[in-house]
């Protein structure tokens, strides 16, 4: 079975930076790494997505592992207002299904 | 520019019936995915539509469960015989490209609640 997996939950201090892991076994070649977030009752929103090499944006930096089977969200400064749920993405390999990590819950103490 | 809309915002229904949601994407673009969030619970992909291509259907959750897009316009998620455990929000995203090429943009979903 296709599988993406994440951390239930990880915590970090205000100004610190966060590394959020990810694996996704079963990627394709082709297809792209996404994350998401979600705000406490908001809808998800869009953080980054990169491909195979390290990719940076205003909001983080990704960090796809040489066999692209794992990658890493990086938050360089938590604040307070990125806790939040974060989401892991990947297409199964060979279908047009998008397999979902369960989300990793971030708590930023100030 | 617009943003993904859907409609209901919010539905109630009675165990039994059949319900429909829309859901309006960004003009032009090409893919259009379905999701469904259980109260408390993570997001979990149902579908998604690439320009006139066939869905792949089998992330449906049952055969209550069907979907309809005509070209690269509006699409409809449709729930018969709906049940208890259907009570979720119902989220749309649409992306100017597919296959994950671009950001997928969410509407503010459709909260369903089966009673």
């Known amino acids: 079975d296709a599988k993406t997996t994440q951390p239930n939950s990880m915590e970090s201090n205000e100004e610190e930076p966060v590394h959020l892991p990810c694996n996704h076994s079963?990627?394709?070649?082709?297809?792209?790494i996404h994350w998401y977030r979600q705000l406490p009752s908001q809808g998800p929103e869009y953080v980054i997505h990169?491909?195979?090499s390290n990719v940076n944006n205003r909001m983080a930096s990704l960090a796809i592992a040489e066999d692209r089977k794992s990658s890493t969200l990086i938050l360089h400064r938590a604040t307070l207002r990125d806790a939040a749920v974060y989401y892991c993405?990947?297409?199964?390999?060979?279908?047009?299904?998008?397999?979902f990590g369960k989300g990793t819950k971030l708590t930023v103490n100030p | 520019g617009a943003g993904v809309s859907q409609s209901p915002s919010n539905k109630v229904t009675e165990k039994g019936k059949d319900v429909e949601l829309r859901c309006d994407p960004i003009?032009?673009?090409?893919?259009l995915y379905w999701y469904r969030q259980r109260l408390g619970q993570g997001l979990e992909f149902l579908i998604y539509f690439q320009g006139n291509s066939a869905p792949d259907k089998s992330g449906l959750p049952s055969d209550r469960f069907s979907a309809e897009r005509t070209g690269e316009s509006v699409s409809t998620l449709t729930i018969q015989r709906t049940q208890q455990e259907d009570s979720a929000v119902y989220l749309c995203?649409?992306?100017?490209?597919?296959?994950?090429?671009?950001?997928?943009?969410f509407g503010p979903g459709t909260r369903l609640t089966v009673t």
């Open positions: 003009s032009g673009h090409t893919a």
């Open positions: 990169g491909l195979t």
């Open positions: 993405i990947s297409w199964v390999g060979g279908s047009e299904k998008l397999v």
């Open positions: 079963t990627i394709s070649g082709t297809d792209y």
């Open positions: 995203a649409s992306s100017e490209r597919g296959r994950g090429l671009d950001e997928q943009y």
